[in-house]
């Protein structure tokens, strides 16, 4: 568990190249999400593009604050880590899923809304990110 949170840019980065090559083999599917009156189509492999390109900004300041000797809080590492990684995996590849279950209605609803959950508690935990490299960037010394 330590070394993830140290070395968490090696994680970042090994994730890269394989949520490209989902994006690549399922590029003919595609998220529809409904906001009222109006659907977002979003193909997977721009998708995948966006996710690939947070990870390696993610992956690349994390490795900058372990070459500059920066120590980041621990806690908001850990939240962003995995609640990052977790929640756009989960989107990527169950979103499109789900929309597509041959179930009850409320049921679909339900698991709709948990992916929306999902995906609102991945975006505010995006928060933490810059909050831990500015205070890590005041702090004095690593410990």
Known sequence: MKFFLT??????WVLIPLVFMYGLFNKEHSLMVNIHATYFVI??????????IFFGLFGLAY???DIFNKKLISWMTAYHVF???????ILLVFYDEVEN???????KQTLILLML??????????????????VS?????KH
């Open 43 to 52: 193909n997977h492999l721009d998708f995948a593009g966006l996710i690939v």
């Open 63 to 65: 490795w900058l604050m």
């Open 83 to 89: 609640i990052s990684i977790f929640g756009l995996l």
């Open 137 to 141: 960037f005041l702090r004095k010394k």
């Open 101 to 107: 279950l041959e179930i009850d209605y409320a049921f």
């Open 117 to 134: 959950i999902t995906a609102g508690v991945t975006v505010a935990v995006q928060l933490l990110f810059p909050i831990n490299l500015i």
């Open 7 to 12: 070395k968490s840019y090696k994680l970042f």
